[in-house]
C-alpha cells in the first residue's frame, strides 16, 4: 500500500491533521485536511456533520408520519361514530 505524502515540493511529510478553521467571507466554519509538517492544505470538510444532521431530519419526519397516521385514524374513527 502507498504511503500517502504531501504534495507539496520538498516537504515529503506523511502525517496529516484536521484543523477547524474560519474562511473569510464564508458563512459556516470549515475543517481543513492538512499537512502536519508543513500546513498545506489538502481538503475541506464541513464544519457540521451533514449525514447526522439528514439522519436526524429523516427520524424526526418518520416520527410526525406516524403521529399523524394515528391522528388520521383516530379521527376517522371519530367521525364514523357520530354518523
Not at 520538498?10 to 466554519?29: I, M, P, T, W, Y
Not at 499537512?35 to 427520524?59: D, F, I, K
Request: glycine content about 4%; proline content about 4%; overall charge positive.
Amino acid at each position: 500500500m502507498a504511503l500517502s505524502t504531501c504534495p507539496k515540493p520538498g516537504c515529503d511529510s506523511h502525517r496529516f491533521e484536521l484543523v477547524e478553521a474560519d474562511v473569510q467571507n464564508a458563512r459556516f466554519k470549515m475543517y481543513f485536511v492538512q499537512c502536519q509538517g508543513c500546513g498545506a492544505v489538502l481538503a475541506t470538510q464541513p464544519y457540521q456533520n451533514t449525514n447526522v444532521m439528514v439522519e436526524g431530519v429523516q427520524r424526526q419526519i418518520k416520527e410526525v408520519d406516524n403521529k399523524l397516521a394515528w391522528l388520521t385514524t383516530t379521527l376517522t374513527n371519530i367521525a364514523n361514530r357520530l354518523r
